[in-house]
């Protein structure tokens, strides 16, 4: 069984950086795709950013591109996404995501973690 763990959020403030990791075990993720994806109270998932396990493909949104980066360790079976530069309207709570295949910006994944909170202060 697939389980996604995230850890890293909390409150930070603006201007400031978190880094935010999902540990995925349960099974070989080789052909997996991995992704962040953001809500905010009252507003709807949002993507933020994703890979290939491979890395060969990635993807930011719109949000994300210039600030954020995401990576993997293939030894720990963790994505890590680096947020720098944080602003109050990042913040919303975090979760990670799965899906066998190619990557989608939208929430079309199989697996997803119970999400961290990131709370950015002005």
């Known amino acids: 069984q697939v389980q996604l763990v995230e850890s890293g959020g909390g409150l930070v403030q603006a201007g400031g950086s978190l880094r935010l990791s999902c540990a995925a075990s349960?099974?070989?993720?080789?052909?997996?795709?991995m992704a962040w994806f953001r809500q905010a109270p009252g507003k709807e998932r949002k993507f933020v950013a994703a890979l290939t396990w491979s890395g060969s493909s990635i993807h930011y949104g719109d949000s994300a591109k210039g600030r954020f980066t995401i990576s993997r360790d293939y030894a720990k079976n963790t994505v890590y996404l680096q947020m720098n530069s944080l602003k109050p309207e990042d913040t919303a709570v975090y979760y990670c995501?799965?899906?066998?295949?190619?990557?989608?910006?939208?929430?079309?994944?199989?697996?997803w973690g119970q999400g961290t909170q990131v709370t950015v202060s002005s």
């Open positions: 349960g099974r070989t993720f080789r052909s997996y795709s």
């Open positions: 995501a799965a899906r066998e295949g190619f990557v989608s910006r939208d929430p079309e994944y199989d697996y």
